[in-house]
């Protein structure tokens, strides 16, 4: 089975920190993303990447960066943490489309998330 | 960008009853994924089902991409059914799975004993 793990489950910092959210997945996944759940908002893209040092924004990357030097490792970096980035936090790998498996090629697998508030 | 809209936005059953959530996208897709959201936040994968029909137990789903929409089915619900499920999708234009999800705003299903 597919698993995708995070750091931590439940994260409170300070306005003003820097904060990492840590994210592994152990399927030799290329692709790696990172997304932000908010009521009324739904779910939303922040970052993704598609091979190590390899980085791409999504809808919203305001206010984060990324890194990946390791495969299996993609971290979120909140450089000066804010309380509008209060939220659910939710990682995700998959496999690229060529290499995979032609029924799952595509398939995001998610992580069980970190919620994290900033005071 | 891809809109994604889900219906009906909530739905209350009592225990037994089928139900069938929908899902409307605005433009072709190469990946689309059904997920049950649990009350800790994990996204539970379903199906991945751009197109085509699959079942697993008691859920099943068929995607009818030329006409872009999708259904998810869940028969003799149990309680255990209850939460929030999200249909996402990949736009065809995308190039594949590098690109990320869309999400509907989700379908909020309580099952009541």
């Known amino acids: 089975d597919v698993k995708v793990t995070q750091s931590s489950r439940y994260l409170v910092k300070r306005t003003g920190e820097k904060v990492f959210l840590e994210c592994v997945q152990d399927m030799d996944h290329e692709n790696m993303f990172w997304y932000r759940q908010d009521p009324g908002l739904g779910l939303r893209l922040i970052y993704f990447s598609y091979d190590v040092k390899m980085k791409e924004k999504g809808d919203i990357p305001e206010g984060y960066s990324v890194s990946r030097e390791k495969k299996e490792r993609f971290s979120l970096i909140l450089e000066s943490a804010s309380t509008n980035q209060t939220s659910m936090y939710l990682c995700?790998?998959?496999?690229?489309?060529?290499?995979?498996?032609?029924?799952?090629?595509?398939?995001?697998?998610f992580g069980p998330g970190t919620r994290l508030t900033v005071l | 960008g891809i809109q994604v809209e889900q219906s009906p936005p909530d739905l209350i059953l009592q225990e037994g009853a089928n139900s069938t959530l929908r899902c409307n996208f605005s433009?072709?897709?190469?990946?689309l994924q059904w997920f049950h959201q649990n009350p800790w936040g994990q996204l539970i994968n379903l199906f991945y089902i751009p197109s085509g029909t699959k079942q697993n137990g008691r859920l099943s789903a068929t995607t009818v991409a030329t006409e872009r929409y999708s259904l998810l089915y869940i028969s003799s619900s149990q309680t255990t059914d209850s939460g929030v499920y999200f249909c996402a999708v990949t736009p065809m234009y995308s190039g594949g799975g590098a690109d990320g999800l869309t999400f509907g705003k989700g379908t909020h299903l309580i099952i009541q004993p």
């Open positions: 995700a790998s998959s496999p690229r489309v060529a290499g995979g498996d032609p029924n799952h090629s595509g398939t995001q697998y």
């Open positions: 433009d072709s897709v190469n990946n």
